[in-house]
């Protein structure tokens, strides 16, 4: 949904150029000052029905903008509530930690530092093709949650309750395994650029081999 919402942006934004540039280039060919004559070409002011079309046309293809990315953002805010893997995200200056929740169980938290490859940093591991909800926190300034393959990047804004849907959101994993680079998306100190964080996408069965581990871990 992402990528074409994209797409369609960037051809009607190319289509908008393309025929300002046509139009600017077929004034400025036909109807350049002609030397011998020194008088002002005719006036269009107070013309209505250029003018309506002026008002009318740039409302149109606004509210077109408009309606594809309202509608597209309403559906993408969606939390059904009903994900099997929720991951809380704290981010703080200038790491993340993750805690996930899965059947019931918290794993322990995953904390990072800051780093210069996102491999070092914090690893989130999470089910490919499943539901996922996220929960964003901080408690010092502005961040922002993004991973590039997602095509979704959310900010974390201090100050916002728990239990908040403004702190939440959902995606379905890609279906594919594999590691993903995770970072800051909103300049929030000296550190920002070495935010970095991992997603590692495995299949379902490994998932759950994971959090067994996990716990198994925690337990001792
Ligand atoms: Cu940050």
Redesign the pocket.
């Known amino acids: 949904m992402v990528q074409s919402l994209w797409n369609g942006a960037w051809i009607a934004a190319l289509a908008t150029g393309a025929v300002v540039i046509v139009l600017i280039v077929w004034a400025s060919i036909f109807h350049r000052k002609r030397r011998a004559k020194a008088e002002l070409p005719p006036q269009v002011r107070y013309n209505l029905p250029i003018e309506i079309l002026y008002t009318v046309i740039p409302l149109v293809m606004v509210s077109v903008f408009f309606f594809f990315t309202a509608r597209d953002s309403e559906t993408l805010a969606r939390v059904s509530g009903d994900a099997p893997v929720k991951v809380k995200v704290e981010?703080f200056q200038?790491s993340w930690r993750f805690t996930t929740t899965y059947k019931g169980q918290t794993l322990q938290p995953v904390a990072g530092v800051p780093v210069h490859d996102y491999n070092q940093g914090p690893q989130l591991v999470l089910p490919a093709n499943s539901k996922v909800e996220f929960d964003l926190s901080t408690d010092d300034v502005i961040?922002s949650f993004w991973v590039p393959e997602f095509l979704f990047k959310r900010d974390v804004i201090p100050g916002i309750p728990e239990g908040n849907p403004g702190r939440k959101f959902e995606i379905t994993t890609l279906d594919k395994r594999g590691v993903f680079a995770g970072r800051?998306a909103?300049l929030?100190g000296v550190d920002?650029s070495r935010?970095l964080f991992s997603v590692k996408l495995v299949p379902q069965a490994e998932f759950d081999q994971y959090i067994a581990t996990q716990q198994a871990g925690s337990a001792q």
Request: contains cysteine.
């Open positions: 981010a200038w961040h800051c909103e929030c920002h935010m």
